[in-house]
């Protein structure tokens, strides 16, 4: 599944290599749906990342995101798949998503993930 989603997202190379800078991407609507209800799940993302050689190109972002609109995950594991996708496309120095998805029931969930390049 992630894999297929990965296929979605392109690159372009990093102008800036040499120089540690970071770029933060901002997606306010963002779907995916709860695996459990079925119902819709909205929230927030906030992709921080340092990137090495490669940079993704963020129309290929948004339409990779489009895909989670009907992908049935926790917060957690959809969270943590946007990661790995990422890390998988760009290999970036760092990179942090934030999760922040719209109260229901009341509750409120923020899910935090980061990778630092070994």
Do not use: W
């Amino acid at each position: 599944m992630s894999t297929d989603f990965r296929a979605t997202l392109e690159t372009f190379s990093n102008p800036y290599p040499h120089r540690e800078y970071r770029i933060e991407t901002i997606c306010p609507e963002f779907t995916s749906l709860c695996p459990k209800t079925g119902q819709p799940d909205f929230g927030t993302l906030t992709i921080t990342y340092v990137p090495d050689q490669t940079c993704f190109e963020l129309k290929s972002l948004k339409l990779y995101l489009q895909r989670y609109r009907d992908h049935g995950a926790f917060y957690e594991q959809v969270t943590n798949l946007i990661l790995d996708d990422l890390v998988a496309v760009t290999q970036p120095r760092s990179i942090t998503v934030i999760g922040a998805f719209t109260a229901r029931g009341g509750i409120r969930t923020n899910v935090i993930v980061e990778y630092t390049k070994p």
